[in-house]
């Protein structure tokens, strides 16, 4: 059955954004944030700290997995901490081959790697044999790092290391988050590799979602972005083996209310900053899709504290052509 997945986002998609958005429903998996793996074994602390979820069986209250993200380019260091993080629980280890981040204490590590295929091999295959078996490994790429030429040999190296499943973002490394995405480079894959193939990048509606499918041939997606700005897009395009799903997108009172939710979720950050910051950063975005966000957002960009911002919210909510409260 084709599954959707919550992309790992730094900075965004943390513990709070997957507890919400999981809650609202539509995602089969979700990604933590990449853990920067350089020359040491790290403390248990710091796995928490990307994956509180680790703590409560390594899934969201909705019960969803979230798989633990790592990145860097030394296959033993990488392994080491593997091995450590699937100790802890966590229900499968995804490698990041794709930020293009240029190093990690002076280590490369991320998209750079997807310049030598052999370097891809060496490491997923370390983590592969240091994982136990029934503990899924699994990595993400983009297309490449300044051309697309390795593309499928990298797939094919990653898939020959032992990897259970294989994310594309369909872009190179200077490409950046640029539009459009190459979803047609992943036909290839999908016809030469026997893993799954996840297509990702670009998908912002349920249109470009079967397009993408249409382009790429892949039946499983990761979406980032798009779900950030339209947070009914897992449930729009996940329909659970029914033909189609039957939700569309969300009304603005329906957003507000979630919006309420993530502050709540929000204030066991206890840094009023950072809380502060998170809300102004969804409301931004939630603006690619709902214009009274864009209006929103305006008017709270110059607060300096959450509880003035949720406020704002809840006046939008009461007003008579806002939203509602149920
Ligand atoms: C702010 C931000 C942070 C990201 N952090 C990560 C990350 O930690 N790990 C990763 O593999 N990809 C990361 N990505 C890439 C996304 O997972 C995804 O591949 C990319 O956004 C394209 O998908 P989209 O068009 O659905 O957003 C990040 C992207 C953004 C915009």
Redesign the pocket.
Known sequence: MATVTL???????DVYMRELLTGIGGFDLC?S??VRVSQNLFPAAVFYRYCPELLTGGRTSSGVPVHV?I?GGEPVVMAENAAFVAELGAPGI?I?F??PAKTVNRHDAGATLLQWPERLYEIVSAVRRAVPKDIPVSA?MRLGFSEKSLALENAMAIESAGASKLTV?ARTKLEG?RAP?YWEYLRPMTENLSIPVVA?????TKEDFLQCLAVSGCEHV?????VIARPSLGLEINSKGEQYSQVGLFAWPIILNFVVDYYNLTKSMENDNRQMGRLKQWIKLLGRTYEQSSVLFDQIRRMEDPIGIVQEVRKEQYRPTGGVVI
């Not at 990702?200 to 912002?204: D, P, S, V």
């Not at 990761?222 to 798009?226: A, D, L, T």
Request: negative net charge.
């Open positions: 992309a790992p986002m730094e900075g965004v998609v990604v944030e990449f993200q990145m995804d990041n794709g930020c993400k973002h988050y995405a990702n990048g670009e998908i912002w990761m979406v980032g972005r798009g």
